[in-house]
């Protein structure tokens, strides 16, 4: 049998419950823009200029870009995601175009077959009936 030394009668310590640090929420602050500013949505319908709406992104300052450079940034933004996607091999798309075409076919003939047993059925229930 062991014999018990001081070690083993000290209790392992529990963690604290109270909070290190006071848990308030802090302000996000968006690329440049202060955490005491308003919020750029804020503005009511109508306060925009010419009565327009005055909702911008936030951080977002200037004037808005014109119509044919937001299309040319449209454009770019997809190229640059569609540069990310994983194309798959033409093998991995003919395997799959194979696999759809069997279990199309097959679901097709399963139904074919319950409908052709139904349709006997119910024929045959309306004649024992004389409908």
Do not use: H
Not at 45 to 58: I, Q, V
Not at 59 to 72: D, H, I, L, S, T
Request: aromatic share 8%; no cysteine; charged share 25%.
């Amino acid at each position: 049998m062991r014999e018990r030394t001081d070690d083993d009668s000290e209790e392992p310590s529990l963690p604290s419950l109270e909070p290190e640090t006071p848990l308030v929420p802090t302000p996000a602050s968006s690329s440049g823009v202060s955490a005491d500013a308003p919020a750029p949505r804020a503005a009511r319908f109508g306060e925009g200029p010419e009565g327009r709406g005055a909702r911008r992104e936030r951080g977002v300052k200037g004037p808005r870009a014109g119509f044919f450079e937001r299309v040319a940034q449209f454009w770019s933004d997809i190229r640059s995601e569609l540069r990310r996607v994983s194309w798959p091999t033409l093998k991995e798309v003919q395997s799959t175009t194979i696999i759809t075409i069997i279990a199309v076919a097959f679901f097709a003939a399963y139904l074919w077959l319950v409908d052709k047993a139904f349709t006997g059925l119910i024929q045959g229930v309306t004649g024992l009936l004389g409908g």
